[in-house]
């Protein structure tokens, strides 16, 4: 296993955002549960430190319970590549998709519970009895009945799902029962996504938030976005007067050093050159060629207004957990040579450099500050942080109608949203409606940001868990 090192946050920098008297209440809920936990640690336990929804997360709240006073760690389990194919093709069952059709059978089993038992070893070596345990998505659940026998208090926190019951999911859900029998806590996202034997009073709603002061979602001046998008490569210099910089998670200076890898046909956009932006894995769920289809759509019809598109994910050999990157990289890029030379042209694959996850926050903090559409065209999505992320940026979004999207953005009010994802020609002419109503597309930006404020900034969810914690406590 690998501990992940945090640094810590004051709740009080949330003040001229919240308010005094909510800043107030969530101190006092703070120290209550920093009492009743004297002594003990608050574990969480994922996959991965680095890319995807999750370690994001972790990365925003757990900073911020440590500096209310209370000893909250995390943990990452190791797993070779059999094992994550074997999670990624959980992942896409939980979301109704067949993914690669491996079998959920014997052998998956086999697997499975053989890397559970190997860091099981690890975990309980160090977690104590009356520990509390948040065990976050599919690659964590078989870790549950060890650390249940070993005394700690587990939570499993699922944050992916599915609204509607399928084959698949049912296959999922049907692979993963057996390891959550005897956990008493369920945390998921929506309530669709919780499955019929997990709900009897066992599970929670916590939506997924950001930190608003990270560096993927700080403020930037437009200077500072301009010198870090020229300085790895997005945008076209001149550089200008500013300088790539900006705040890490402790307080010290960053800077942006790193190219990204770009796959382009000619030059990089002008500073002045409107961006359709995509930022997301390599994942199918997130089609990425649906996306660039519907782009190729509106430039053919002769709506684009000079906006290009731009397709970012993290650099493929760098998400231990996310096999499937690097082929779905590799379906996106053959699509892109298939495109017409003229539409290819207005089309840039980036891959952004991970070896600085603060770095690559920024970058993506800058891109999204730049774009003048945000999208996330998800065919299935579990929640959707790059949208929580985009709306706080005052972004206009066009963004699919699944999974938590559809508690954040509300059609017309802080986007437009695509009842079917794969309707090409509606996607297209959403794009061409904010494009040609630059005022309209501020109002749903500027809505947009209210929106985040008020219900998925990460001072809401720390007052939940916060609560859960409390009550399961006291069981």
Known sequence: MTEVSMGVQDLRRFRP??????????T????????????????????????????????????YARGAGIDVRWLVMHAGPEFFHLTKRLHHALHGSLGDGTPLD???????????????????????????????????????????????????????????????VERAWSFLAPYLEEVPTFVFSRAAYIPEYCDHGKSTIITPSIDAFSPKNQELDEATI??????????????????????????????????????RLGRAPTWDTPLIVQVSRWDPLKDPVGVMKGYAKLREDGHDHGAELVLAGPNVTAVADDPEGAQVFDQVLDEWRDLPHSVRGAVHLVSLPMTDVQENAAIVNALQRHAAII???????????????????????????????????????????????????????????????PAYAAELGANAHRRVEAEFLGLHSLAKYAALIERIDAD
């Open 375 to 437: 999208v996330q065209k998800s065919l299935h999505e579990g929640f959707g942080l790059t949208v929580t992320e985009a709306m706080w940026k005052s972004r206009p979004i066009v963004a699919s109608a699944v999974g938590g999207i559809q508690d954040q953005v509300r059609h017309e009010k802080e986007g437009l949203m695509l009842e079917d994802p794969s309707d090409l020609t509606a996607f297209a002419n959403a794009l061409q409606r904010l494009l040609e109503n």
């Open 106 to 168: 014997e052998r998956a089993r086999s697997i499975y519970e053989t890397v559970m038992r190997d860091n099981a070893a690890d975990f309980t070596s160090v977690i104590r009895p009356r520990d509390i345990v948040l065990l976050h998505d599919p690659q964590t659940a078989g870790l549950a009945s060890h650390l249940l026998a070993a005394g700690a208090r587990v939570i499993w926190r699922c944050h992916i799902g599915h609204d509607e019951t399928s084959t698949e």
């Open 17 to 26: 955002i919240v308010g005094g008297d909510y800043l107030k209440e969530l």
């Open 226 to 263: 301009r010198a870090i998008l020229v300085n790895c490569g997005l945008v076209e210099g001149p550089p200008g007067d500013g300088t790539p910089t900006f705040v890490c998670e402790d307080g010290s200076p960053g800077r942006v050093n790193r190219a990204a890898d770009v796959v």
């Open 28 to 63: 006092v809920a703070a120290e209550s549960l920093r009492q009743r936990l004297q002594g003990r640690i608050v574990w969480n336990i994922n996959s991965t430190a680095a890319g995807g929804g999750v370690a994001e997360l972790l990365q925003a709240l757990l900073p």
